[in-house]
């Protein structure tokens, strides 16, 4: 089975950095992906990653490195409008080929003046 | 507004009922995944259709069923309720078959579902 852990709690200034971090345990992993959900939204896909290292989109940047098992969201210049849920999921191979994804615990983040 | 429209909004029914959620993927996508998310169990992958085939499957229970319809639309269907199953359902749709998460997923509204 597949398991991802993040704290579920996170609370940062506004304009600042703020780090999210992912641990997982699974099988047959492909890659890692982080959505946003705003209180009472739809998750919102932010970015994905397949290989090692750093993306960068915008403010966002994620980070993953498979040896560790370790993945991180990176936000930038925070703004209030972060204030929201952000789920790590992770992407295993099925035996098709096709991916059924595990979504992690979910971090709430409360960005404050 | 992300395209995925899904009815209804909200649903109430008693235990040992049947509802059926439902869920139009944006146009031009042809894969749609369902999703349940609660307090308790976090967002949970149940399943995936790709052009009316079912290509994946998640943690979903034997009482639940999905299909895909040829005009792409697609329906859950949730039996014998119990308590547990209060939760939202969301629905999302991509282009890609295989699931591949470059292939970006957009999310429906949800059906929030209680169950009493």
């Known amino acids: 089975g597949q398991s991802l852990e993040q704290p579920s709690e996170v609370t940062a200034v506004e304009g600042a950095i703020v780090q999210i971090n992912c641990t997982y345990q699974?099988?047959?992993?492909?890659?890692l992906s982080w959505y946003q959900q705003h209180d009472g939204g739809a998750p919102t896909f932010l970015s994905y990653n397949a290989l090692d290292g750093l993306e960068e989109t915008g403010r966002f940047s994620s980070f993953l490195s498979r040896s560790d098992s370790y993945g991180y969201l990176l936000l930038q210049e925070l703004q209030m409008k972060d204030s929201a849920s952000y789920f790590c999921?992770?992407?295993?191979?099925?035996?098709?080929?096709?991916?059924?994804?595990?979504f992690g615990t979910g971090t709430k983040l409360q960005v404050i003046p | 507004d992300s395209g995925v429209t899904q009815t209804p909004k909200h649903l109430i029914t008693a235990t040992g009922q049947r509802v059926t959620l439902r869920c139009s993927p944006r146009s031009g996508d042809l894969s749609v995944y369902w999703y349940q998310q609660s307090l308790d169990q976090g967002l949970q992958f149940l399943i995936h259709?790709?052009?009316?085939?079912?290509?994946a499957k998640g943690n979903i229970l034997e009482r639940f069923s999905a299909q895909q319809f040829p005009d792409l639309h697609s329906e859950l269907n949730l039996s014998s309720l119990e308590l547990g199953d209060s939760a939202l359902y969301f629905c999302a749709s991509s282009v890609d078959p295989s699931g591949d998460p470059t292939d970006t997923q957009y999310f429906g509204p949800g059906t929030r579902l209680t169950v009493l």
């Open positions: 259709y790709y052009n009316g085939e079912e290509r």
């Open positions: 699974t099988s047959g992993f492909y890659g």
């Open positions: 999921a992770a992407h295993p191979m099925n035996s098709g080929g096709y991916q059924k994804v595990t």
